[in-house]
């Protein structure tokens, strides 16, 4: 019986049980993989990016034993949209000004504060 394929959609993140293979997603319950924001609202420098990664591996960690449901892979998914709005408030990770619609999804910009 051919596996089939759970997936979990926040604005930002997207988890699949699948793996990649040849740049297609191949339906696999014993592995999770990760799509961090497919809309590129964001500009991700790889240190910002592997926090988010591995903030990922830590809940997959935490989820181990338990059932691949669409529940868990919410619950990841929504952990993980949570550290990127942290993120962004901490001036970490910024909008992308050349985002096709640049909507502000996780809240205004931060401006330098003035005295």
């Known amino acids: 019986m051919a596996d089939s394929l759970l997936k979990a959609t926040t ?3 997207r988890v ?5 293979e040849n740049g297609n997603l191949v339906p696999d319950a014993s592995q999770l993989t990760l799509d961090v924001d497919p ?19 830590d809940l997959v960690e935490a989820h181990a034993g338990a059932d691949l449901t669409d529940y868990n892979l919410r619950r990841i998914g929504s952990e993980l949209e949570g550290q990127i ?4 408030q901490a001036g970490e ?8 619609v640049l909507n502000y999804s996780m809240g205004l910009p931060r401006t330098p504060e003035t005295l």
């Open 11 to 13: 604005r930002h993140i």
């Open 16 to 20: 699949f049980t699948a793996r990649v």
């Open 39 to 57: 809309d590129n609202e964001f500009l991700w420098e790889q240190p910002v990016l592997e926090k988010v990664q591995q903030r990922f591996r």
């Open 85 to 88: 709005r942290e993120l962004l």
């Open 93 to 100: 990770l910024k909008y992308n000004p050349d985002c096709r």
